[in-house]
């Protein structure tokens, strides 16, 4: 009887694991089709072609795929590798709380081009992929302006305190906060704009509002301080070095392509005002598949009158960890983080650049989004980035990320699902 595994059936999202076929023919040409929904409906699948081996056996681990969505060996490229049915569609886990993926693994004999309801699978089996693990807390967080979620390990505490932050979405996105809980940061999940009561746009980086978040983390009897964290992508990038450069409860600060200059919006900080370079809209591009190119919108930041603009990172009293994709199709990130590393003490910052890796560096488990919907945009927006480097990126930086946050804000153990 052929049977396919997955070893452990549920495990944090991050997290590695084992897909093993058994009880086919020795070299037996096979399809491995993985797929799951989202939230919204959307489908999200991956297939590769193997052949088993002389004990009719398929290990993702060890055997390569001859093709499909990845040749290789690629041990998770089925959860990795995951593309949507749709175009223009971002796998985004919104109810961390509530359930986790379920990604269905299918074997079918032969090669399989196209896959119908007629199409019977040899075997299936289903995986769990949560973002939390056991015990976690989520606390809505409304208190004075600050609006967005806490996500707390589970135990008394006290636990190194983290604020995340992601880009021009807008709203509250809460995967990556519960990754991070679960391995023994309370993390504050910090919703900006497009959320609740907040403003609707984002017209200015109000770091007052900022700070009041800071300071309510910090005040929690489950936080340890007296510094934190921050972790941020995009936009939310250029907030997390803002808020290192002003705010001294900032020790750590992990800056995924940003912007290192302030691009769209001022910044407004206790009566000092550090101007906005205008976007220059008129220069993107439409790519074939009628998506928007906005890496040449962005003034050239070593231009004499972007100077004003320049985050002052040289006040930075922490440790940064700048994380780039050198194909980031967003702006050209690797520009920014180079320029501000020029006025850095060496022994202040780390830079991690990745060849191949696009805009939306995310945990490992994420799949490459090159190209999405976002809100407030007429046309999808291009991201960039190939999948295979990109994935490679995504495991590394993870790790690398979770070792500075430990390092610097001294943790608990992470949690075993």
Known sequence: MVEVTVTPSSSLADQAVQVVVSGLAPSQLVTLRAWLMDE??????ARAFYRS???GTVDAGQHAALGGNYSGIWPMGLFWFL??????????KRDVMGSPFLVHLEVFDGLRLVLGQQDEPLATCTAERWYVGPGVQRVPIREGRVRGALLLPPGPGPFPAVI?????AGGLIEFRAGLLASRGFAVLALAFFAYEDLPRGLTQLDLDYFEEAAELLLRHPKVRGPGLGVIGVSKGAEVALAM???????????????????????????????????YQTERMLFTELGAMDN??????????ACSASAIPVEKIQGKVLFVVGEADRSFNSKLFAQLATER???DAYRLLSYPGAGHLIEPPGSPLCSISSLRGSPLPVVW???PQPHARAQQHSWQEIVQFLELHLSPTPAIKL
């Open 53 to 55: 081996d002389e004990e």
């Open 164 to 168: 995340d932050l992601f880009g021009g």
């Open 40 to 45: 919204h409906g959307e489908r999200f699948q």
């Open 244 to 278: 290192a450069a002003f705010l001294p409860q900032v020790v750590a600060t992990v800056w995924i392509n940003g912007t290192t200059f302030l691009y769209g919006n001022p910044l407004l900080y206790k009566g000092l005002r550090i101007p906005s370079i205008p």
């Open 295 to 304: 890496s040449a919108i962005f003034a050239d930041p070593r231009s004499p």
């Open 344 to 346: 850095l003490p060496q």
């Open 83 to 92: 593309q949507p049915d749709s175009l223009f569609k971002r796998l985004v």
């Open 384 to 386: 960039g980035g190939e």
